[in-house]
């Protein structure tokens, strides 16, 4: 949680021999490790004095009980035991963690009732402090009281106390009054989110949650036999997950259906289905097991995600990311999603960080909230500079909605029935110089057809010279704006103009190309007036904004390679797919050609049609359900704001991914 310098811990075996600990600790103050926890099976051997054996085994590293039980032990034996071995390393640190341990170990075995854990809690901590400190104790709680007691022998450096904490309350406990909180069994994609609680709890005490210690233990298996060590790790977590705040954490961290089974089958004494509940999704999201490579980087993941606020992700440099962001983005967002669930946060260079969502309810979160706190514009503008200012896909607020207003009459009534001709003569004409009876690639056919339609409908120019001229130009612009350097364009920093031999030179010598015909084109409109004329270039010539002001050239300008960029490609590889998946589909494609026959008869099609080829429409959505041309968009935000749980900082980008 806070930003400090990150330390590699190791806990010691569990459960615990003595003679084993002894040798882990001695090797791994070899290795190099920070410090050394001790957890405490409740059924020995106790951890005090594997904390002790550790400690007289080692000389530097620092020894903490990561976390013994409040319950089993009064105020005074807890004291004691923290006390004599913070006496024992004396010169260096010992950390007295404590945790409500489960109703098994308390209950059951210790025949203690398990009762207000939260306050238990709390008393525990202020009176074992005062306790550690040598202070003569007095205390009277809820839960807990003393009179009287004082160590024989005070530590000899103040004993920090840390709390071990899964759900909200206790973690905001930890943060209250704790010096430290110890986190375990917990998916990466959760830390965050435990932290925000920690944060809150210091927050709310008035502390400065930055003092506080993270301990968050991941269970690593260096392995070349993954499933072994699942089952391994499987046998551990059957019972642990059956305990009452585990089971209630697991599902919190959203394997509810998994959470139900392991208590089930743990109540009905059927261990085996008990073990068998636990998955390996939930496995793999919760335990780190593969080779030492793969163990080295996603333990690098859970120190960012310890080290953040923002949920967790691949821990590779932004360089890395980004270059499997621009040429395998489909895996890598699979991937991403596999490793941390349904949000995650990916970092490229020079970037705010990228925080993805495709949870339903935290895109509906994003797209029903304030636009003025979660700005598509700024998300766009850095990516899409090409486009200028005033495109419609960069502004936000005022700007956007009065821009937005001026462009929205060309889509709609009379004027997409005249679209509508348009589209129907041209596709006629393209479908005519198809080759028959031999495959050919459907895309380009698409993209051409697509440009076609958008150079007619919007920009108005159908034949003659400058209809030669603009679509050769756009030609060039999109070719290169749709090739494999297109996405690295998309970067601010190499959006450098180094001459013909930049990707960013090339691109802006193309669109100045285009720029040239396109204002002399919106020259000639102005001199010839709208009149008579179907284009959405004609009518936002004649277009005003609410102060009666027409649009300048640049914006006219804008708005034309905005619609151009926006509408090209994705109609043209929308309808690639369309015809991939039907074609795959023969009995699809047969009910199709009944619709269209059943509604337009021998008859060309009308636009008033469309409204009966209801079959059509649902073909249409599952392919862009199935194949979504625009993945992801973005958003990015003004302030702190909550989104599906996440805290995230003014800054970050909500990315809603529909193709996850
Ligand atoms: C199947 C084809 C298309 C797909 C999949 C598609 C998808 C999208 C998406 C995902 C957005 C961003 C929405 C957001 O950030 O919330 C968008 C915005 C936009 N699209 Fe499309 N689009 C398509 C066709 C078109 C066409 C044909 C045009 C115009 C000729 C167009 C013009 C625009 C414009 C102007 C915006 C920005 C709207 C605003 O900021 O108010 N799109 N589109």
Known sequence: MAPAPSRLGASLPLPPDLAMCRRVAARAEELGYESLWVADTGAGPDAFVVAAAAGLATRRVRVGTAVVPIYTRALPVLAAGAGSCA???????FVLGLGVSSET???????VPYRRPLTRMRETVGAVRRMLAGERVAFEGKTVRTRGFRLVSPPPAPVPIYVGALMPPMLELAGEVADGVVLNFMPVDAVP?????VRAGAERAGRDPATLEVVARFQTVVTDDVPAARDAIRQMMGPYFATSAYNRFVAWCGFADEARAVDAAWRAKDRTANVAAVTDELIDRLAIIGSAEHCRARLAECLQAAMTTLPAGPASSPVVQLLYWVYRPIP?????????????????????PFVFFSHPDAIREIFTADPDRLRAGEANRPLLRLLGDHSLLVLDG?????????????????RMQAYGAIMRDVADRTIDAWPLGEPFPIHPRMQALTLDVIMRTVFGVAEGSTFTRLRERLTRLLAMTGSRFAPLVLLPFLQVDLGLFSPWGWLVRIARD??????????????????????????LVEARYDDGTAMTDQELRDEMLTLLLAGHETTATSLAWVFHRVLERP???EKLRTEVRDAAGDGPLELRHVAELEYLDATIKETARLTPILPIVARRLEEPTSIGGHELPAGAVAVPCIYL
């Open 87 to 93: 006496q024992l390393m004396a010169g260096r640190s």
């Open 398 to 414: 005022a700007r956007h909605l009065a821009e937005r207003r001026l462009l929205m009459p060309p889509f709609h009534g009379e």
């Open 332 to 352: 890598f967002m699979e991937d991403c999603a596999r490793r941390f669930g349904d949000v995650f946060t990916v970092r490229f260079p020079a970037n705010p």
């Open 193 to 197: 989110r435990m932290l925000a609680h």
């Open 105 to 111: 170990i308390v209950e059951a075995w210790g025949g």
């Open 514 to 539: 285009v720029d040239e015909i396109l204002f002399a084109e919106i020259r000639r409109r102005r001199a010839e007036g709208g009149a008579g004329r179907d284009d959405v270039l004609s009518m």
């Open 587 to 589: 009995d699809v494609l």
